[in-house]
T-cell receptor
Framework: GAVVSQHPSRVICKSGTSVKIECRSL??????MFWYRQFPKQSLMLMAT?????????EQGVEKDKFLINHASLTLSTLTVTSAHPEDSSFYIC?????????????FGPGTRLTVL | GQSLEQPSEVTAVEGAIVQINCTYQ??????LSWYQQHDGGAPTFLSY????GLEETGRFSSFLSRSDSYGYLLLQELQMKDSASYFC??????????FGTGTRLLVSP
């Protein structure tokens, strides 16, 4: 299957700072990537759809000015959590569709655990 | 709104068969996917049903009834390593996935 990586895997930051998370498709090109957030023992919630070369599409209730998404190339999307607060502490996961796959499934990155102190 | 309901927890013993149900109410439906997620890990794809019926992949099978807005994941010959959370997810427009509430499966010896 296709491989998606994320960096960093874990990050701890102080309240009020910004954190950037990278999502890369390693062996395929992804015109569309997705960003999810998962709180402990809960489901994955789609935050936004990242489109290469255009603006991201945010889900209802997700602040676009707080969660900045940049999809500058066909293999890289970044999520920046600006002015992070403790309530932003969560597991952030990205995914991408590989059109090589017959099911057109989404492949997920390993996730980034963000802790805001 | 959109909702996908699953049982919160299921327990079983090694070697047994377990079925995890998913009922959904969504706008836009292209198919139902199933994912496995171990604690702290990423979701991994298990199966996908676009049409009604049963899809079999090794020890795992998945079923879909679009008229009933219902599907299930069947796990056979359970192993300890199958202890994980399982999520159904509806594929909607623009390739989006909407995930279910998740089912925690606990397999005991």
């Amino acid at each position: 299957g296709a491989v998606v990586s994320q960096h960093p895997s874990r990050v701890i930051c102080k309240s009020g700072t910004s954190v950037k998370i990278e999502c890369r498709s390693l062996d395929f090109q992804a015109t569309t990537m997705f960003w999810y957030r998962q709180f402990p023992k809960q489901s994955l919630m789609l935050m936004a759809t990242s489109n290469e070369g255009s603006k991201a599409t945010y889900e209802q209730g997700v602040e676009k000015d707080k969660f900045l998404i940049n999809h500058a190339s066909l293999t890289l999307s970044t999520l920046t959590v600006t002015s992070a607060h403790p309530e932003d502490s969560s597991f952030y996961i990205c995914s991408a569709n590989s059109h090589r796959d017959s099911n057109n499934e989404q492949f997920f990155g390993p996730g980034t655990r963000l802790t805001v102190l | 709104g959109q909702s996908l309901e699953q049982p919160s927890e299921v327990t079983a013993v090694e070697g047994a068969i377990v079925q995890i149900n998913c009922t959904y109410q969504t706008s836009g439906f292209y198919g139902l996917s199933w994912y496995q997620q171990h604690d702290g890990g990423a979701p991994t794809f298990l199966s996908y049903n676009a049409l009604d019926g049963l899809e079999e992949t090794g020890r795992f099978s998945s079923f879909l009834s679009r008229s009933d807005s219902y599907g299930y994941l069947l796990l056979q010959e359970l192993q300890m390593k199958d202890s994980a959370s399982y999520f159904c997810a509806v594929r909607g427009g623009f390739q989006k996935l909407v995930f279910g509430t998740g089912t925690r499966l606990l397999v005991s010896p």
